[in-house]
């Protein structure tokens, strides 16, 4: 699975940004080949319409799954339109790989 996850510095994909359309960027990984690309996230500074553009820009790069704190309403209908599955992250400072922990134990609800 193509799993997407918004980070706080795309150079350094370490820890998860909870916001979806204001993350400085994301890290795609591939669940079962383990590769991960690091994306920044053209929307950061839009003044409106940030998570719909970010929606858009996960669409393109062939996403199957968002994890992420907070999706919002406009950006979850774009992820939804393009049959891409979303996990609701629990509150807190993570890191992506504790994301990936969360998720192959089960522990991540799909919204």
């Known amino acids: 699975m193509k799993l997407l996850i918004?980070?706080?510095d795309p150079d350094n994909p370490v820890e998860v940004d909870a916001r979806f359309g204001r993350a400085?960027?994301?890290v795609l990984i591939d669940t079962v080949?383990?590769?991960r690309e690091s994306l920044p996230n053209p929307a950061?500074?839009?003044p409106s319409g940030a998570g719909i553009k970010a929606a858009r820009t996960?669409?393109?790069a062939g996403t199957e799954a968002v994890a992420a704190g907070h999706v919002g309403p406009k950006a979850e209908q774009v992820l939804r339109s393009?049959?891409?599955?979303?996990?609701?992250l629990p509150p807190g400072t993570l890191s992506v790989d504790r994301v990936l922990e969360l998720l192959a134990a089960?522990?991540?609800?799909p919204q």
């Open 44 to 46: 950061v500074t839009e």
């Open 24 to 26: 400085a960027g994301f």
């Open 33 to 35: 080949s383990g590769t």
């Open 82 to 88: 393009g049959k891409v599955q979303i996990y609701t």
């Open 106 to 109: 089960g522990e991540l609800p």
């Open 58 to 60: 996960v669409l393109d």
């Open 6 to 8: 918004p980070v706080t």
